[in-house]
């Protein structure tokens, strides 16, 4: 715990800033516990790394803004692809969701052309109990299990139980590995 | 905004198809005090979930939803102070009979003439894009949240009169509240507020406490409940410690304060007022409950009505930011934060349920029937439907001889109200007429009313029961004698019960002035009053009086004025606890 013991908040008997805060004061303190958040999960994607999926921050530095990757599934029509997606943290993390984007173009049912996802834990199901990992994990076994029934692309929602050669082919047509920007 | 909302337009659609009155909107947008709570995405026209967490819900929705006019919308609404105006007409009536009789008297339009049943069924089915929309508004409706997370301390008469244009059931309620509870402190409606409620409480608890060695032992017993939240709870420490962490710092601070509860407040209010650090603590208890509730699934498994299970539960109720708790929430949170510390929670419900008070509920179960006396430190909470906010009785004191407080009313009733405002000597019931046979009753000599005034605590003997001892007893002159004694019974007796020639100048400094000209007598008008301040209006407890419009703290009086309280004089205004009860049955 030592890594988040020089926070203002530490010493014993010192008043919160709020006490004295200006409006421009309390947003930079706001973004200071968000970041001490994304520190710890920073942390945990470092120390416990969980299986085909992995989180950094940009290379600018600024802790709201993350790079993500989830490795395609086996036995899902994304098998051995790299999908690359951004997160982008709320000053008042984790209180509101990140907003997470695939940048990789990817064909899949809750997943639109501009690589928006619907996914109710990023939405209103979201708690303050979720990070960056379980979305990351979450956003992984929807890869293989589409919901279906609230698509953002139909045609994808339709394919995916009709046709699923066509829909692989359709995956891998769209599929264009990024650069790393 | 409802101005452009569809569904608003849709009720103009029904109001005229029916020949309501033109007003209708502004029933249901009319201004109320409700506090609007409950943020939850899912908001829309669902009741009967059950507990009062959520109970309130529907009524919100038939608030800013005038479209969920079924009846069982309707009824769920009969919680909020604005229904008691949505309640006037029969909008939501959808039997056939009644339909067609409201078509009967209106001249309706053709078509809707040549079957009028058909019509009540068309008109009150909703268009489906109508109801689309007045959701989407439902769902990102946010309501307008002013002032602190928390407020400051306040008299609880400003419940009293926001109340005071509302319900018959909530004014008289309201009207009683203050004297049971005689402050409250105004949580923010952000729909975290009973969360926030109680955490604050257990704070403002433990510094009350003033107990270092209790404020260290629990954050002793927090921190070991960290391994309960990972392994029960199944929450990974990367996500906890942040919230823990702020709760751990806040007993640090408060236990290096102990010595100094004003400062050690300070800190709490601050501290809860800060969104981040006060969030982090909400949040730390919220994970305490559903961890408890995880682990205890045999005790609360069958209270889950959630479909999705006590996992479900858990993430959708327990663990969502501002989504409000419920009944259940409370029984966890006051088991796994506040049972282990001794401390118990006393909810006192503010509905529109039948009763002349408020109905309150205490946690944990096995406190309920027992006097306060023998329990430990109490935490009281105010709920209205989809709101908390804290509340605080006045500490408890000596309870004053019931004969006293008879006799006092008697002696004074003539000298005030008789000779000068006979209109509401009706207000004085049983008193009344037991003095009217008296002997004098209608005359009181001049004379007399200055020395009544002037001898301000009288002895205690000299009003025996009996009707025949009159005011005009010698006792009166001379009070100096005897006075020791019943200063001492003045001293405990309530303030704002007594009446104020027994409220002497050395027990309670700068009295409450209320003014009211239209109702002195021409002996108030008398110098020597004026100079003694003995002129101001006592305060009628007869529960008659009370509910009546005499009564300038009803809201039919023209000289409308809220019973006023001052922080400062909380001191005395003590005992109303209990003791409350006793005198609006004398």
């Known amino acids: 715990m030592s890594y988040m013991d020089d926070t203002q908040n530490s010493a014993p008997g010192s008043l919160p800033a709020s006490k004295a805060a200006t409006g421009a004061a309390t947003s930079k303190k706001v973004n200071e516990n968000a970041t001490k958040r994304l520190q710890n999960e920073l942390m945990q994607m470092m120390?416990?790394?969980?299986?085909?999926?992995?989180?950094?921050?940009?290379?600018?530095?600024?802790?709201?803004?993350?790079?993500?990757?989830?490795?395609?599934?086996?036995?899902?029509?994304?098998?051995?692809?790299?999908?690359?997606?951004?997160?982008?943290?709320?000053?008042?993390?984790?209180?509101?969701?990140?907003?997470?984007?695939?940048?990789?173009?990817?064909?899949?049912?809750?997943?639109?052309?501009?690589?928006?996802?619907?996914?109710?834990?990023?939405?209103?199901?979201?708690?303050?109990?979720?990070?960056?990992?379980?979305?990351?994990?979450?956003?992984?076994?929807?890869?293989?299990?589409?919901?279906?029934?609230?698509?953002?692309?139909?045609?994808?929602?339709?394919?995916?139980?009709?046709?699923?050669?066509?829909?692989?082919?359709?995956?891998?047509?769209?599929?264009?590995?990024?650069?790393?920007? | 905004m409802y101005e452009q909302d569809p569904a608003a337009q849709f009720v103009h659609q029904v109001s005229a198809g029916y020949s309501l009155p033109q007003t209708l909107p502004q029933y249901t947008f009319d201004e109320t005090p409700l506090r609007l709570t409950d943020r939850r995405g899912r908001g829309g026209g669902y009741g009967g979930l059950g507990g009062p967490g959520v109970g309130g819900a529907a009524g919100r929705s038939l608030l800013y939803s005038p479209i969920f006019s079924t009846p069982a919308s309707a009824n769920a609404a009969g919680v909020g102070p604005a229904s008691s105006a949505a309640g006037h007409f029969n909008f939501h009536t959808t039997s056939a009979t009644s339909a067609s009789a409201l078509?009967?008297?209106?001249?309706?339009?053709?078509?809707?003439r040549s079957s009028p049943p058909h019509f009540a069924i068309q008109k009150m089915e909703p268009n489906p894009e109508d109801l689309v929309a007045q959701e989407a508004a439902a769902r990102e409706f946010q309501p307008q949240l002013e002032g602190p997370f928390v407020g400051e301390k306040t008299p609880s008469s400003a419940i009293t009169s926001e109340y005071a244009k509302a319900d018959p059931v909530y004014i008289q309620k309201t009207a009683v509240l203050p004297r049971?509870?005689?402050?409250?402190?105004?949580?923010?409606?952000?729909?975290?507020?009973?969360?926030?409620?109680?955490?604050?409480?257990?704070?403002?608890?433990?510094?009350?406490?003033?107990?270092?060695?209790?404020?260290?032992?629990?954050k002793l017993r927090l921190e070991g409940l960290n391994s309960y939240i990972e392994t029960i709870g199944g929450h990974s420490p990367y996500v906890y410690t942040d919230f823990v962490e702020e709760t751990l710092l806040l007993l640090d601070r408060v236990a290096a304060l102990a010595g100094d509860p004003e400062q050690a407040m300070r800190e709490v209010y601050a501290t809860f007022n800060d969104s981040e650090i006060g969030n982090a603590i909400m949040y730390h208890f919220r994970l305490l409950a559903s961890s408890y509730l995880k682990g205890n699934q045999d005790t609360y498994g069958a209270f889950v009505t959630d479909e999705a299970g006590v996992q479900g539960y858990c993430s959708n109720v327990l663990e969502r930011h501002q989504v409000e708790i419920d009944h259940l929430g409370v029984s966890l949170l006051v088991?796994?934060?506040?049972?282990?510390?001794?401390?118990?929670?006393?909810?006192?419900?503010?509905?529109?349920?039948?009763?002349?008070?408020?109905?309150?509920?205490?946690?944990?179960?096995?406190?309920?029937?027992?006097?306060?006396?023998t329990l430990g430190p109490i935490i009281y909470l105010l709920f209205r439907p989809d709101h908390y906010d804290l509340l605080y009785v006045a500490e408890p004191e000596p309870i004053p001889e019931p004969v006293t407080v008879q006799v006092h009313r008697v002696a004074f009733s003539p000298t005030y109200d008789i000779a000068s405002a006979p209109v509401s000597m009706p207000s004085y019931g049983i008193n009344m007429g037991v003095l009217g046979m008296l002997p004098g009753f209608h005359g009181p000599p001049p004379g007399l009313a200055p020395t009544l005034l002037d001898t301000s605590p009288s002895p205690l003997s000299a009003y025996s029961p009996s009707p025949t001892s009159t005011w005009m007893t010698p006792p009166f002159a001379e009070p100096p004698q005897q006075a020791p004694p019943v200063s001492v019974a003045v001293q405990a007796a309530p303030v704002p019960m007594s009446l104020p020639i027994h409220t002497a100048p050395a027990v309670v400094p700068a009295a409450p002035l209320q003014t009211h000209?239209?109702?002195?007598?021409?002996?108030?008008?008398?110098?020597?009053?004026?100079?003694?301040?003995?002129?101001?209006?006592?305060?009628?407890?007869?529960?008659?009086?009370?509910?009546?419009?005499?009564?300038?703290?009803?809201?039919?009086?023209?000289?409308?004025?809220?019973?006023?309280?001052?922080?400062?004089?909380?001191?005395?205004?003590?005992?109303?606890?209990?003791?409350?009860?006793?005198?609006?049955?004398?």
């Open chain 1, 47 to 181: 120390t416990s790394p969980a299986p085909g999926i992995s989180a950094f921050p940009s290379a600018d530095g600024n802790l709201l803004f993350w790079r993500a990757t989830i490795e395609g599934p086996e036995d899902t029509p994304y098998a051995g692809l790299n999908l690359k997606l951004s997160f982008e943290f709320p000053a008042n993390y984790p209180y509101t969701p990140p907003t997470v984007l695939f940048i990789t173009p990817i064909y899949h049912p809750n997943v639109d052309f501009s690589g928006r996802i619907c996914l109710d834990i990023l939405k209103d199901k979201w708690t303050p109990a979720y990070n960056t990992q379980t979305v990351l994990l979450s956003l992984q076994s929807l890869l293989g299990e589409p919901n279906n029934a609230s698509p953002l692309n139909g045609e994808a929602a339709e394919l995916w139980d009709k046709d699923p050669a066509l829909f692989k082919t359709k995956v891998m047509d769209r599929h264009k590995d990024i650069e790393e920007d």
């Open chain 2, 103 to 112: 078509t009967s008297s209106v001249p309706a339009t053709t078509h809707h």
């Open chain 2, 180 to 218: 049971t509870y005689s402050h409250y402190r105004p949580i923010q409606g952000d729909g975290n507020c009973g969360w926030r409620a109680i955490a604050f409480g257990y704070f403002e608890t433990l510094v009350k406490g003033g107990n270092k060695g209790q404020i260290e032992a629990e």
């Open chain 2, 335 to 373: 088991d796994v934060l506040l049972k282990p510390v001794g401390f118990v929670l006393e909810v006192a419900y503010l509905d529109r349920s039948p009763g002349s008070e408020v109905n309150s509920y205490r946690f944990p179960e096995e406190a309920r029937d027992r006097h306060p006396s």
């Open chain 2, 517 to 586: 000209p239209l109702r002195f007598s021409e002996y108030c008008q008398l110098p020597e009053y004026v100079e003694n301040d003995t002129w101001r209006e006592p305060s009628f407890q007869t529960s008659t009086f009370r509910n009546s419009h005499f009564n300038v703290a009803h809201y039919n009086n023209p000289n409308f004025q809220p019973e006023e309280y001052r922080p400062e004089a909380e001191d005395y205004e003590g005992p109303q606890r209990g003791n409350g009860k006793k005198r609006a049955s004398v």
